[in-house]
């Protein structure tokens, strides 16, 4: 059986499982509505688990796709039992404690089955990568973070053109009347944002703004590269960030091969951080030099795949299916 842990929405996933459909593979589907009860776990890593009627045992996974949500345990609540509340909100700290160790020594398990990715590594840290793709030889742009802006203005100064984005990850917000975005996205760090900062600020990320030919999208499989070139920089509106979508006049996106040398080296980074699956995003700059951005485990690969043809819906599904 091939387990998939995704969220319900999640169109890529439900891509992947048609595949495995035509394939007449066995899978089942845990998403963020799902909660498992714990009928036994050991150490050894043998567990067996009851989710929506179904008894799964760990001896009849064969491979595993975390895609996105995660395996938790049901939601308990404790009642008030004691005037301070003190008690109650000791219980509760407890047990949520408890529960998050569970589940993070269940994703452990689930490690030793072949997999696409596991929980415990979806969530990474920006600068930990930075640093350690630096140390592997890729290039990378100048980089500070910083709370003063005496240092931002100097940094300014030296690079003249700078961008910010999140330091460890952008967040989406979504409630019933709209979609809430907390600076998910590149922006260039211009005068006008710059006068709206007092003399200190909450530490923010900076990097020098690279001229760039093109800005480079790569997902990587398991040592598999599928990448592809998308021309964004003569449109003002996704010259800084591509994900600035414009509708009317979409960039021209088309499969592109990188250098072996660098895809060796990006090898070495993700093996490091012990991801074997993930978007990857690059600069090749006007310099000739390749840039590397940033990663992530999670990304929609839809906006590779269908452009450029790679059915990587297919691939994942073939991965899952010969483990």
């Known amino acids: 059986m091939i387990l998939i842990i995704s969220n319900k929405d999640d169109q890529s996933s439900c891509n992947v499982m048609e595949w495995l459909a035509y394939y007449k593979e066995d899978f089942f589907v845990v998403t963020d509505q799902d909660s498992f009860e714990l009928i036994e776990l050991s150490p050894s890593g043998k567990f067996t688990i009851k989710i929506k009627s179904r008894i799964i045992n760990s001896s009849e996974i064969k491979s595993v796709w975390y895609r996105r949500g995660g395996l938790k345990l049901p ?178 996106n088309v499969p592109f091969q990188l250098p072996s040398e660098i895809e060796e080296k990006l090898i070495a980074l993700m093996t490091t951080v012990r991801i074997n699956s993930a978007s990857i995003d690059m600069i090749y700059g006007a310099d000739k030099k390749f840039y590397f951005l940033e990663i992530n485990p999670i990304g929609q690969f839809g906006m590779t795949s269908f452009p450029c043809n790679y059915y990587l819906e297919r691939h994942i599904a073939n991965k899952l299916k010969n483990k």
């Not at 072949?114 to 979806?122: I, R």
């Not at 330091?167 to 600076?183: S, T």
């Not at 990587?220 to 998308?230: A, N, T, V």
């Open 75 to 252: 939601t308990v609540r404790f009642k008030s039992f004691s005037k301070t509340n003190d008690i109650s909100l000791g219980f509760q700290a407890f047990y949520d404690f408890e529960k998050s160790g569970l589940c993070n020594f269940l994703n452990y398990c689930l490690s030793d089955v072949k997999s696409v990715n596991n929980q415990l590594h979806s969530r990474i840290n920006k600068l930990i990568i930075l640093k350690n793709a630096e140390k592997i030889g890729l290039t990378i742009p100048e980089t500070i973070v910083t709370s003063y802006k005496t240092v931002l203005t100097d940094f300014i100064i030296r690079h003249k053109k700078v961008i910010t984005k999140p330091a460890i990850e952008g967040l989406f917000f979504f409630d019933k009347n709209n979609d809430y975005c907390f600076n998910a996205y590149t922006e260039l760090a211009t005068d006008e944002l710059l006068s709206k900062y007092g003399d200190t600020f909450a530490p923010s990320l900076f990097q020098a703004c690279i001229p760039k030919i093109l800005e480079v999208r790569t997902f990587y499989l398991e040592k598999e590269f599928y990448s592809m070139g998308i021309f964004s920089q003569n449109n003002i509106q996704t010259a800084i960030d591509f994900r600035h979508y414009d509708k009317e006049m979409p960039n021209r």
